[in-house]
């Protein structure tokens, strides 16, 4: 099997990039990461690309330019770099619908709670507002919805009394980082196949 040629999309820290990276490193995942794409160009994460040897592409939306266009620019460089598979990984910028429907079920978001509760932007603090006891992780394909593309994993963690955004938010990133990966190495293993809604996981051995 070829390995997949993937891209990650950051806005910032990008632990979840790295957390993928560790994975390919190590050959837990069949992939490579081709490209990193930003739009904010100070975010952390591109030091994980620099060290590694990855190439990056800062792409700012320009003033006025409508969503269509900037995300036609993105689109020419995932064409040019052959790119298979997309991971925003803290990507902070909702897609227009030319991107996902040219990489239909070939992106792949991870979400900071357990999916269709709290979507959207700072799913952490909604979630220890609301007063849930548990929430969690979502990775999932994206449609064109904010956060309500077909599941691929989750995992679940406890809300504990006196948790905070931030307390909450670090106990659910632990899990991000085992979840994103898996996903991703169940993609790049050919193991995924997506039905409407529902994403069926061929073979769930992989020790991972
Ligand atoms: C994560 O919490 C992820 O779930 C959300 O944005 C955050 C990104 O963190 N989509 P990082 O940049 O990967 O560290």
Known sequence: MEKKRIACCISGRGSNFKAILDAVNTNEIQG?????VTDNPGAEGLSYAHENGIRSETVVRKKGEPRYEY???IIRLFEEYGVDLICLAGFMKVLSGNIVSRYRNRIINIHPALLPS???????RQAVEYGVK???????????GVDTG???LQ??????????EETL????LKKEHVLFPRAVKLFCSDMLTVEG???????RGLGC
Not at 156 to 163: K, Y
């Open 32 to 36: 490579e990461i081709v490209l990193v």
């Open 71 to 73: 995300f036609e620019r």
């Open 118 to 124: 709290f979507p959207g932007e700072k799913a952490q």
């Open 134 to 144: 548990v929430s969690g992780c979502t990775v999932h394909f994206v449609d064109e």
């Open 150 to 152: 077909p599941i691929i």
């Open 155 to 164: 995992e679940a963690v406890p809300v504990e009394d006196g948790d905070t």
């Open 169 to 172: 938010a670090a106990r659910i």
């Open 197 to 203: 809604r529902f994403v069926r996981v061929s073979d």
